[in-house]
């Protein structure tokens, strides 16, 4: 996404409000690493909060270009316009309909009422702590271990962003009453770092979520009406592309309509997005179903595999990220 943006200043925005990665590292639940991938230099893999983030994006756009408060209910696609309806305000007619409302877009579910959101079978605890000393500030850390998977990724300013992923039934209550000290004695035998992570989380700050994915779709663009980011191809975040496959849809979608004619344009940001977004879900989820294993025996082949796979093969399935057409 960043190369996508080339020399833009919101490029050098994001780098400066974010901490550069190197390396990406998967370890067992004793600590003892599975895989490495270095991350190359010319690729800038950078961490930052959502909110940050979307501050950033927020400063390059005029205020009174930005209206709250207006629920889409549903659109009526036309020949030449779009009709937006909105909860509580009057109905109104557009040119052209951006749907970017997320995972359960009302502005998909008008235009493909056929689309389907999939649980993938887990559930995911996430917090933002400050005044952490992490060893490698540097390295995104994933532990993978039959009770649950525990990332940890490096920020700026001495801050890590952590989440939990344990499988469970879709919208299990159990999970739903877990607080901080359930999660500390949930994981007292996972590495120092982790304890040490859930240690300074406040009791307050920790998010549940169900873990989604969209079934991809044939298409974005319908009529009037463009699907971007999650509305289009939500993803599992395994991959961590979620925020950073919308950016790319959306300066695709510029790049689109500065090279060709309306029509045109919109033909050829379904053609480069559809397909390598759908590639993004199911290697995201593949990596999840794998990551998730339970079984004594399946985790203990699974970690002997990845041991033995060379670190430039693991590198190698993420490529294809970065070989995305821009117009």
Same mark, same amino acid.
């Given at each position: 996404?960043?190369?996508?943006?080339?020399?833009?200043?919101?490029?050098?925005?994001?780098?400066?409000?974010?901490?550069?990665?190197?390396?990406?590292?998967?370890?067992?639940?004793?600590? %003892?690493?599975?895989?490495?991938?270095?991350?190359?230099?010319?690729?800038?893999?950078?961490?930052?909060?959502?909110?940050?983030?979307?501050?950033?994006?927020?400063?390059?756009?005029?205020?009174?270009?930005?209206?709250?408060?207006?629920?889409?209910?549903?659109?009526?696609?036309?020949?030449?316009?779009?009709?937006?309806?909105?909860?509580?305000?009057?109905?109104?007619?557009?040119?052209?309909?951006?749907?970017?409302?997320?995972?359960?877009?009302?502005?998909?579910?008008?235009?493909?009422?056929?689309?389907?959101?999939?649980?993938?079978?887990?559930?995911?605890?996430?917090?933002?702590?400050?005044?952490?000393?992490?060893?490698?500030?540097?390295?995104?850390?994933?532990?993978?271990?039959?009770?649950?998977?525990?990332?940890?990724?490096?920020?700026?300013?001495?801050?890590?962003?952590?989440?939990?992923?344990?499988?469970?039934?879709?919208?299990?209550?159990?999970?739903?009453?877990?607080?901080?000290?359930?999660?500390?004695?949930?994981?007292?035998?996972?590495?120092?770092?982790?304890?040490?992570?859930?240690?300074?989380?406040?009791?307050?700050?920790?998010?549940?979520?169900?873990?989604?994915?969209?079934?991809?779709?044939?298409?974005?663009?319908?009529?009037?009406?463009?699907?971007?980011?999650?509305?289009?191809?939500?993803?599992?975040?395994?991959?961590?592309?979620?925020?950073?496959?919308?950016?790319?849809?959306?300066?695709?979608?510029?790049?689109?309509?500065?090279?060709?004619?309306?029509?045109?344009?919109?033909? %050829?940001?379904?053609?480069?997005?559809?397909?390598?977004?759908?590639?993004?879900?199911?290697?995201?989820?593949?990596?999840?179903?794998?990551?998730?294993?339970?079984? %004594?025996?399946?985790?203990?082949?699974?970690?002997?595999?990845?041991?033995?796979?060379?670190?430039?093969?693991?590198?190698?399935?993420?490529?294809?990220?970065?070989?995305?057409?821009?117009?």
């Amino acid at each position: 996404m960043l190369k996508k943006l080339g020399n833009h200043d919101l490029a050098k925005g994001i780098k400066n409000a974010g901490q550069i990665l190197s390396t990406m590292t998967v370890l067992d639940d004793k600590d %003892r690493p599975l895989t490495t991938v270095k991350l190359k230099s010319n690729t800038l893999n950078v961490t930052l909060p959502r909110q940050t983030l979307i501050d950033i994006i927020k400063s390059y756009v005029k205020d009174d270009a930005i209206f709250t408060n207006h629920e889409v209910t549903h659109i009526d696609n036309e020949t030449d316009k779009v009709t937006i309806h909105f909860a509580e305000q009057e109905s109104e007619a557009f040119d052209l309909c951006i749907g970017a409302d997320g995972i359960h877009s009302k502005v998909r579910q008008s235009v493909n009422a056929d689309s389907k959101v999939l649980y993938q079978g887990y559930t995911c605890f996430r917090g933002l702590i400050d005044d952490i000393d992490l060893k490698h500030p540097d390295c995104a850390k994933e532990y993978w271990g039959r009770k649950g998977r525990v990332g940890i990724v490096p920020l700026l300013n001495n801050q890590a962003y952590w989440f939990i992923t344990i499988n469970s039934k879709e919208n299990n209550h159990k999970y739903s009453s877990f607080g901080k000290p359930h999660l500390q004695a949930y994981f007292n035998h996972y590495p120092n770092e982790v304890r040490e992570i859930l240690d300074k989380q406040s009791e307050t700050g920790i998010l549940l979520h169900n873990i989604y994915d969209l079934k991809p779709l044939k298409s974005f663009v319908y009529g009037r009406t463009i699907l971007l980011g999650d509305a289009a191809h939500a993803t599992t975040p395994n991959m961590g592309q979620g925020a950073g496959q919308a950016m790319e849809d959306a300066i695709v979608l510029v790049n689109c309509f500065n090279a060709y004619d309306f029509e045109k344009a919109l033909q %050829r940001y379904d053609k480069i997005r559809v397909k390598h977004t759908a590639k993004v879900i199911k290697r995201s989820r593949k990596i999840g179903k794998i990551a998730q294993y339970r079984s %004594r025996l399946v985790v203990a082949v699974r970690n002997r595999i990845m041991k033995m796979m060379p670190n430039a093969l693991a590198a190698g399935q993420t490529k294809f990220l970065y070989k995305s057409k821009e117009k």
